[in-house]
């Protein structure tokens, strides 16, 4: 079959690329579109890395896009999102423009963050994007008081916390889950667990390495889930996120993935068995749900080329706009020190 | 008479009532009263959703105050004491101090933290010392310590209208000092200096919990008619530099008086910045009194003897002006 797909848009607006289908369809495509989105711009970073048009650290998405993705989906505009250093999907997804993304990380000033964060440290308050944190666990407490904050003013809000399995190790990890149950705060706790922190494989590191049997033993309700079935994470997500909004306090995803690709550009992967990387990398999330949508007859080679496409021309057109970007200029070095002028001393 | 304790629980119960966006938390504030028993009556008065008791868990519920600002909401963060802090280094300077810069000006962090300080009760090596110097080095932390009963009432209100992250010393000591306090008083400045004694001889600059003995040590002075001028910093971070300078240009000799240890203490940043800016005003090289470089020992006489006391500050000024 062949689908109409329009060109997908540079700005929030972002990716359903299907209007005149079916429901189901379009919200397929839109989870494959996504996906896609994330990988390309991945890859393209890892070229403009090299190129040195990037500098800095690069934590690179690739293998772990199916999270992202399917979590926000269960996200509603006003709910808020905290996440890590590998966060440009995040932050793609939540609607943060490729531009805007592709120009931070080439230190622009019309990045999402005026060139002061880089890769690590995206940030946009349209979509009530928190970063961009480069701690790891730093982002928990920050999610459970956006949490307090949102319950305290009434608003029926979720805030959803990427972390790693890095930072199930951390004692913030268990001091902000048990705040988080102890006073029901509207807090998704989304543990992206892809079995590696930075070059210390989980289960060197920690003695419970279901992830989930620390989140139940804070009082957090904890769902395992295939991280690389982005309909799995969607519906798993949705559920926790309606329980939530139901008052019932903080839920836990333990989101099993992996990454494909080395944990920064400095890192040769000399820690990680070949076979492993291997095996991982055929249940690909992009591939596997292609194969799925194809199964169902929802998707063929031009559908899927056409998708290429679009995601192809919105990286060109970020990779263009972050290269014409300015630099922010000199005399405003201590900007955003305060949020007034009053360092002048 | 009003004591200094009085004074942030008033500034805080006003807060309270004036907005509905504060809230305090922190380690026994409200069944317990506040371990200084600053809140003391609070949770009664305005209920536990405002008054939070938290876990010992320093790190997140400082890292949830500044969630909470982000999120719209007014924090005032108590941590039990300075030593404690360092549980919560992480979130304050890693956090607090960088989200506004590191998004560009998007997110600014309007979070009050309220820190008792200081030495002088003999509780030891993890109670008592005075790590304000630590909190004044980070660019985007505003840092004040009230030394009187009209800045621990005023300072407050001022920290808590700021747009950014605002660390209140309150140095242990302090709580049970009292004063008058005029009628109406309310909201003060937190970017200057005050000269809280006018002289001609011997600038003496100090903060927090050594004011009070520095000014004893002024009037001390002053019956061996050696005229000191007292400045009482105020706000650390940032540093009134100009009033510093101004003062050490009429007296042309200045003592600085901390009660943290000497290396790396804001004793020696306010040294620095003299050298820089009234190098040749000086007559002498500036003096600092500040604490023996111990951790504080428990024993009263040997904590008294690790800290700064007027004998010395009065000795420090008579070398200086040569009497």
New interface residues.
């Given amino acids: 079959m062949s689908i109409e797909t329009p060109s997908v848009a540079h700005n929030t607006e972002g990716a359903s690329p299907v209007e005149a289908v079916s429901a189901d369809v379009a919200h397929a495509y839109r989870l494959l579109t996504e996906m896609l989105r994330i990988r390309r711009l991945e890859e393209r970073s890892a070229e403009l890395y090299q190129a040195e048009k990037i500098r800095g650290f690069l934590h690179l998405y690739i293998g772990e896009e199916a999270v992202a993705v399917g979590v926000l989906q269960a996200l509603a505009p006003d709910d ?1 999102v ?1 996440a890590t250093y590998r966060e440009h999907g995040h932050a793609l997804v939540r609607g943060v423009s490729a531009r805007a993304i592709m120009a931070e990380m080439f230190g622009k ?1 019309e ?7 880089g890769s690590m ?1 995206l ?3 349209a979509t009530r994007f ?4 480069a ?1 790891v666990g ?1 982002g ?11 319950k ?2 009434g608003k029926k809000c979720v805030t959803a916390c990427f972390f790693g399995d890095g930072a199930a190790a951390e ?2 990890f268990h ?2 889950l ?2 988080a149950a ?1 006073w029901r705060l509207p807090t998704l706790f989304c543990c992206e667990n892809n079995l590696y922190a930075m070059g210390t494989a989980l289960a060197r590191a920690q003695s419970q390495t279901r992830l989930v049997e620390k989140a139940t033993a804070n009082g957090v309700p904890a769902t395992d889930v295939d991280g690389m079935d982005v309909e799995a994470v969607e519906r798993a997500a949705r559920r926790a996120a309606d329980a939530i909004r139901e008052g019932q306090g903080p839920q836990f995803l333990e989101l099993r993935t992996y990454r494909f690709r080395s944990h920064s550009m400095f890192d040769p992967d000399l820690y990680r068995p070949k076979a492993e990387i291997e095996e991982w990398k055929q249940r690909c999330p992009i591939a596997t749900y292609s194969g799925t949508l194809r199964e169902r007859g929802m998707l063929d080679d031009a559908s899927l080329a056409s998708i290429e496409a679009n995601v192809t021309r919105e990286v060109d057109d970020a990779v263009a706009f972050a290269e014409a970007g300015t630099w922010e200029p000199l005399e405003t070095l201590t ?6 002028e ?4 | 008479m009003t004591t200094y304790r009085e004074a942030v629980r008033e500034a805080i119960r006003e807060a309270l009532n004036a907005d509905e966006r504060v ?1 305090l938390m922190g380690e026994d504030v409200g069944a317990y009263g506040g371990c200084y028993a600053v809140s003391k009556g609070l949770l009664e008065e305005f209920g536990p ?1 405002r008054i939070r008791d ?2 010992l ?1 320093e ?15 007014r ?1 005032i963060v108590e941590i039990m004491t300075v030593n404690f802090s360092l549980l919560a280094l ?2 304050i300077v ?2 607090a101090a960088t ?10 962090v309007p979070l009050v933290i309220r820190i008792p300080t200081g030495a002088g009760r003999q509780v030891a090596a993890q109670h008592s010392h005075s790590l304000e110097g630590w909190f004044a080095h980070v ?2 932390l ?1 840092v004040v310590a009230p030394a009187t009963v009209a800045d621990a009432r005023g300072m407050l209100p001022t920290a808590l209208a700021d ?2 992250p605002v660390i209140i010393f309150e140095h242990a000591g302090l709580y049970g000092i009292e004063e008058e306090l005029q009628e109406g008083a309310g909201a003060v400045p937190i ?1 200057r200096a005050a000269v809280r004694r006018e002289g001609t001889d011997v600038t003496l600059i100090a903060f927090g919990g050594m004011l009070g003995r520095t000014l004893e040590s002024a009037a001390k002075l002053a019956e061996d008619a050696i005229s000191a001028e007292v400045i009482d910093l105020r706000t650390l971070r ?5 009033a510093i300078l101004a003062s050490v240009r009429k007296t042309h000799r200045a003592v600085v008086v901390d009660e943290e240890w000497r290396s790396g203490s804001l004793a020696a940043e306010i040294s620095a910045r003299i050298m820089e800016g009234a190098f040749f005003d000086l007559d002498g090289p500036v003096a600092r009194v500040c604490s023996a470089e111990v951790p504080m020992p428990y024993a009263r006489h040997l904590e008294q003897a690790t800290l700064p006391q007027m004998p010395a500050i009065v000795q420090a000024a008579r070398t200086l002006v040569g009497r």
């Fill in positions: 808020a905290v000033q990045g999402c963050s005026g060139g002061r964060g440290h940030f946009d308050a928190y970063g961009g944190n701690i730093g928990l407490p920050l999610a459970v008081g956006l949490a307090l904050a949102d305290m003013q004692g913030v001091e902000s048990n705040l102890l900007r955003h020190v305060y949020s007034e009053s360092a002048k001393r | 809230f959703e938290t876990p868990s790190l997140t519920f400082v890292g949830a105050g500044i969630g909470a600002a982000l999120g719209g909401m924090p992480d979130q890693n956090s989200l506004l810069h590191m998004s560009g000006g998007q997110f600014n660019p985007g505003k747009p950014d970017d940032p540093l009134d530099t100009e």
